[in-house]
């Protein structure tokens, strides 16, 4: 399914300073029973959300009304554990475009550029600078600038840098998927497929 | 340029690759696609939204065993939306002209025990599933691994994926290992070693003694849980233990087909002088049975040893102690002796019939604990027609145990089988996140040999106090 375009975003962030956030915590096993995509926001975080009685629990940054934005920024090795698309589905589907830590899971890095959520790997440091931010001011605004490759702190004008290949940069700065791509060079692959012992 | 000496996983990605991207992913060639009802409808739902067919069906293998149930699998399954699950895959596969293995069929069973066990998975192949358990099949000397909804998408229209080469880790463990001590509990012990993010974006080969004496069952455990330390995948050089386990299934090469197949099979190994990006050695003398304390599978020790403290963890203290807070257990202090309500065996890490095995030469002659509520829940129907066939049944029966239907069950309690909250389980499967076993389950991860001591002590116990001499 093509996404919409994702060039720069500039939004106020949701802090999520938890190491290890994996992806059952991100949508819980019992919420994958659906056959289609939509949805899932709901249950997004759901057991850190609401209590057994689906009451929302207070301490929990989504139930804070102070924090809000297109941006959550993460703690280390996000999104790690199960390859459960449906994780990256529920952070599109609640209003994330972007997911900021200083180190994300392999198949929920690819899964998240699949869907047009922008994973952005920051230095620990940075990561750092982005959570005070946040304390400091829950309303402040970070830019992530996705032709320029760079994610800037607006209040203070840091700024960092951030890796994405050329390709799945076109990509995404232009709506495309990798379907799109394959379709395109079935001739190759059927050649490749011919020749296959398998 | 002089060729620089190959390793296991260059030989095998590098032979799969149909195009490369420049500054972009490569796009390689997938020879075997397993589905399942969980992760497939909305990828064949995009399908149908863009008009596309299955390019190769004969190449993808469906298999129902997330959400079913692992009692009355006679039955109409209850819950409507499991139902409704488990009728879009057969619906799907029928449609497209792929064989599908639904709840009831003899051959039905968890994706990662089917495969190697019909002979779907063969060695030198590139294996995908939309499921992060897909390095299983890596013990077969394959790159398997798991990938996301749209990626099936893409398998099913193409047959390929777009993937960057992730680096290469060779992890060796040398030496015996002692009484007592399974390839669960050798893997545990590496992940206990990398922490659970230590192999991210990197693809492992495990080597060494201990590798190749060991199952192929044993290498499919370990190669499983090359997820938990962040891998993308594990793999294993296939050897005679490997090919020897292959013949004569069913979907295995026959007759010319055979000898042309183990002629290439042989040439899969890592050559001498090949580099690795990040290398590791391990010694087996250092192993001993492995149980979790925390909350992800890096968190585990020895048996007999103390919870370390939170400085040693590696982490952050807050992390640390969120996940101790969530276990209810404390630093510093011992494992053993701890109470377990729930005891499960099964999963695609240990639900083949070597766990069953080691679990009843421990609960023969004993009995369950009154307290504890065990799920024994084989990996398939075949390790189920094992289990009956071998006696094991009658040793659980006279233990007052149960046997279940297959299916991944209590791994990941999308089905009935769920923890409750608060209780403590120790579990044979390989995610002890918060919640994974039901909201609020306490899990603690081990080998069948001390899933089936705490059974029938009740507590956390080391199995070896259990063996005979
Ligand atoms: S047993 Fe668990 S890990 Fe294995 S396929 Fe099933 S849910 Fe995934």
Request: aromatic share 8%; charged share 20%; net charge negative.
């Amino acid at each position: 399914m093509a996404y919409d375009k994702f060039t720069v975003l500039k939004s106020s962030a949701v802090p999520m300073p938890i190491e290890n956030v994996d992806t059952d915590q991100i949508i819980p096993a019992r919420f994958l029973k659906a056959t289609e995509r939509t949805g899932f926001g709901d249950n997004l975080f759901r057991d850190w959300r609401y209590n057994p009685d689906n009451t929302p629990k207070k301490d929990f940054v989504l139930n804070n009304p102070i924090y809000s934005g297109k941006i959550l920024v993460g703690g280390k090795n996000f999104g790690s554990g199960s390859s459960r698309e449906h994780a990256a589905w529920a952070i599109y589907d609640y209003g994330f475009r972007c997911v900021v830590s200083s180190f994300f899971a392999d198949i929920f890095k690819n899964n998240s550029l699949n869907i047009g959520i922008l994973p952005v790997q920051v230095s620990p440091a940075f990561l750092d600078k982005i959570f005070r931010a946040i304390e400091a001011d829950p309303k402040t605004e970070l830019e992530v600038n996705l032709p320029d490759q760079t994610i800037t702190i607006l209040a203070t004008g840091e700024s960092e840098a951030f890796e994405i290949n050329t390709y799945k940069k076109h990509n995404m700065t232009n709506g495309y998927d990798d379907i799109d791509y394959l379709q395109a060079m079935k001739e190759e692959i059927r050649a490749y497929a011919g020749k296959s012992i398998y | 340029m002089s060729q620089s000496p190959a390793t296991l996983f260059d030989k095998v990605w590098d032979s799969h690759v149909v195009r490369k991207i420049e500054d972009g992913p490569d796009i390689l060639f997938i020879d075997r696609h397993f589905i399942h009802e969980v992760t497939s409808p909305v990828a064949f739902l995009g399908l149908e939204s863009r008009h596309l067919k299955v390019m190769f069906p004969e190449k993808t293998f469906a298999t129902a065993d997330h959400n079913t149930p692992t009692i009355n699998q006679h039955l109409p399954v209850q819950d409507p939306l499991s139902a409704n699950q488990l009728k879009a895959l057969e619906v799907n596969a029928g449609k497209y002209g792929i064989s599908h293995w639904g709840l009831g069929n003899p051959k039905n069973g968890i994706v990662h025990v089917v495969g190697p066990e019909n002979g779907i998975t063969l060695p030198g192949m590139t294996i995908v599933c939309g499921d992060s358990h897909t390095s299983t099949h890596g013990a077969f000397g394959a790159i398997a691994f798991g990938i996301g909804t749209s990626e099936v998408e893409m398998v099913l229209s193409s047959q390929c994926i777009m993937q960057p080469k992730p680096k290469k880790m060779r992890i060796n463990v040398n030496g015996r290992i002692g009484k007592g001590i399974t390839p669960k509990d050798v893997v545990l012990y590496i992940i206990s070693r990398l922490t659970a993010a230590g192999a991210t974006g990197y693809f492992v080969e495990f080597a060494g003694e201990v590798f190749e004496q060991m199952s192929m069952e044993g290498r499919m455990t370990v190669c499983n849980m090359s997820i938990e330390m962040g891998a993308r995948g594990g793999m294993i050089a296939p050897d005679e233990t490997t090919f020897n386990y292959i013949k004569g299934r069913e979907k295995a090469p026959k007759g010319a087909a055979w000898d042309k197949a183990l002629a290439y099979w042989k040439t899969l190994k890592t050559e001498a002088g090949a580099t690795f990006d990040l290398e590791h050695h391990f010694e087996a003398a250092d192993i001993e049975p492995m149980i979790t304390y925390g909350t992800n599978p890096g968190m585990g020790m020895g048996i007999t040893q103390h919870i370390p403290l939170a400085q040693a963890s590696g982490g952050s203290k807050a992390s640390y102690e969120k996940s101790l807070g969530y276990m209810g257990f404390h630093e510093d202090e011992s494992m053993l002796g701890k109470k377990v309500d729930y005891v499960f065996i099964g999963s695609c890490t240990n639900g083949r019939i070597e766990d069953f095995r080691a679990f009843a030469s421990i609960v023969k002659n004993r009995k369950k604990a009154d307290h504890v509520t065990a799920w024994i829940v084989p990996g398939s129907h075949i390790v189920e027609q094992q289990i009956k066939e071998e006696g094991i049944l009658d040793i659980l029966t006279a233990a007052g145990f149960q046997l279940r239907q297959p299916g991944c069950s209590a791994c990941l309690a999308m089905n009935d089988d769920k923890i409750p909250a608060g209780k403590y389980a120790v579990s044979t499967s390989n995610r002890n996140f918060e919640g994974r076993q039901g909201p609020g389950a306490r899990t603690m991860l081990a080998s069948p040999l001390v899933a089936a001591a705490a059974a029938v002590t009740g507590v956390v116990t080391d199995p070896r106090t259990l063996m005979a001499e």
